[in-house]
């Protein structure tokens, strides 16, 4: 058996993919999502309470319908992040990676040599020893995505993207606008230009540059602006606005549901 390198097989494809961040631990929501044809979906370590037990699945889920699935955790959590990896998750990501020198931490847990430092399993990344090529192709296959939140990020944005096993560079625009000084305005002058340097540093060094949207027409704006690894809704907060539009929509037809002003309205 040879490992598959599916990021690239969808680029070789496609000018852009979409996908979403999932909270829920769900991995019948990871299932639905990759039916109705999304790319990717980041699986939330970092704001949800997912363990590796239940990420098994949602990898599963994904790899049923060739969607990619990474899972984010925090980035000082080095034996996590291989663990990840050892259970097959297609990549890994990493909020908050501020500098070189934090980069380059990631990198040598998360590749192996002579990239990294990332010693050798035989879990289901591997495929249980199915995979004989599974050293040398893991460091092409499974896909390392830095995220850019922070006014030091950008300072460093440079050193950062050099480096050889950062695959990735993916603005996170919530936080990075709040750290300017300019929360949810990303039309900021400031804020913007910082998302733009991220993408020209990204076509300059070759790297992939990806950004979180939250609406169709926000996300067609960062396509058109070349982002590439474009993630368009949260699995929670797309069924949280679903629902309440729901429910208010149908107590809006129906009319009120308290008894004491159903019976004033009656008289």
């Avoid at 829920?24 to 363990?51: K, T, W």
């Avoid at 609406?215 to 982002?227: K, L, M, N, V």
Wanted: net charge negative; hydrophobic share 40%; charged share 25%.
């Amino acid at each position: 058996m040879k490992m598959r390198n599916i990021l690239k097989e969808k680029f070789e494809k496609k000018d852009y993919l979409l996908g979403a961040f999932v909270a829920s631990c769900a991995p019948q929501n990871v299932e639905i999502l990759a039916m109705n044809g999304l790319d990717f979906a980041i699986l939330d370590m970092e704001h949800s309470p997912l363990g590796l037990e239940t990420m098994v699945d949602m990898i599963r889920a994904a790899e049923c319908y060739d969607m990619i699935a990474f899972p984010r955790v925090y980035t000082i959590e080095t034996k996590l992040m291989r663990r990840v990896l050892d259970i097959g998750a297609h990549g890994i990501m990493l909020p908050m990676v501020n500098t070189p020198e934090e980069a380059q931490y990631i990198i040598d847990a998360v590749k192996f040599p002579p990239i990294g430092k990332r010693g050798m399993n035989s879990g289901r990344g591997p495929r249980w020893g199915a995979y004989p090529g599974y050293i040398q192709e893991a460091n092409d296959a499974l896909f390392t995505i830095f995220q850019i939140e922070t006014k030091e990020a950008i300072d460093n944005i440079e050193e950062i993207v050099k480096l050889e096993g950062s695959d990735m560079l993916f603005v996170g625009t919530g936080d990075l606008s709040l750290d300017m000084g300019h929360p949810g305005d990303l039309k900021d002058p400031e804020v913007a230009g910082a998302i733009e340097l991220v993408l020209k540093m990204c076509e300059k060094y070759h790297k992939i540059p990806g950004i979180v949207t939250s609406s169709p027409e926000a996300a067609a704006e960062r396509i058109r602006q070349g982002f590439r690894f474009v993630s368009i809704m949260n699995d929670l907060g797309i069924f949280r606005s679903t629902t309440m539009n729901q429910i208010s929509r149908t107590r809006e037809l129906a009319g009120p549901q308290d008894k004491y002003e159903c019976l004033h309205l009656r008289r």
